[in-house]
């Protein structure tokens, strides 16, 4: 006969187990943003909803390029490896440059008012099919079938589909590790490396001139950003993701 304090102890985990599960992958949303008034009060929500967001993000790559940086300058490049991995860095990658000049231009912050104004223009201030079904607000995407959503005006000869995220912040990961690594934004981490060479500040609008193979608009896609950090007054961001990330 089944001893029911054993039936019940093995109900519990397995209903733990589930929660834990559910918890682990449950999609996470940011709030509805057709909620706010379209204008400032959109605006103030995305705003506060996204700067905490990309600050921790931008954290966390100070840290690796702080990390980065002691292994280079110690002479201890074996230790790279994992960041080797993680900045998308290969042999043919390395048969030009060393790992630590190839690292240091990878590695860095995006300015957070060039992270808001590419979120916000890329997904209507979030109001999006693709921002409120996949959480994704940057316009990324992938290509294997079933990764994403499909776009409703796909060619017929496109097989591409729009990210679809866990969460926001994944998707804000994903749209920096993408700035950092992919050879589209070369001439973005060659804007940033010389900022840093010339000890000046790393800024949305410098970088925005490194986007010219963002958008389909080129370099008027640049110039758009431009103009939305200055309206929206961003740039007082970039004070606050350096001093905070840094």
């Known amino acids: ?41 959109r605006k103030a929500a995305f705003f506060e909803y996204f ?22 300058d110690a002479g201890e490049t074996g230790t790279l490896d994992n960041f080797l991995t993680k900045f998308r860095i290969d042999d043919t990658d390395l048969e030009q440059d060393t ?12 300015p957070a008012s060039l992270a808001i104004a590419q979120a916000a223009n890329e997904s209507a201030w979030g109001t999006s099919r693709f921002a409120k079904q996949g959480n994704n607000f940057f316009g990324q995407w ?43 934004y070369k001439p973005l981490r060659n804007i940033r490396q010389s900022l840093r060479k010339k000890g000046e500040a790393v800024t949305g609008v410098a970088l925005s ?12 896609y640049g110039k ?12 007082s961001l970039d004070k606050l993701a350096l001093n905070e990330a840094d």
Not at 99 to 110: G, K, S, T
Not at 209 to 220: A, T, V, W
Not at 224 to 235: D, V
Request: charged share 25%; with cysteine; net charge negative.
């Open 51 to 72: 700067t905490p967001i990309i600050l921790d993000i931008n954290r966390e790559l100070a840290a690796d390029r702080q990390q980065i940086q002691s292994a280079c």
């Open 142 to 184: 992938c290509f294997t079938k079933g990764c994403g959503i499909v776009p409703k005006s796909r060619d017929a000869n496109k097989s591409h589909e729009v990210a679809d995220f866990r969460s926001p912040a994944d998707s804000v990961e994903s749209y920096m590790l993408n700035l950092n690594t992919h050879d589209a």
């Open 99 to 110: 790992a630590c000049n190839i690292l240091l231009r990878r590695a860095d912050i995006v």
């Open 224 to 235: 758009e950003l431009r103009e939305m950090i200055s309206f929206n007054k961003l740039s």
């Open 209 to 220: 001139y490194g986007l010219g193979k963002y958008s389909e608009r080129g370099d008027e």
């Open 1 to 41: 006969m089944s001893n029911p304090k054993y039936i019940i102890i093995v109900v519990v985990a397995v209903v733990a187990s589930i929660a834990a599960w559910f918890t682990f992958f449950a999609k996470e949303s940011a709030p509805d943003f057709t909620a706010y008034a379209a204008g400032p009060d």
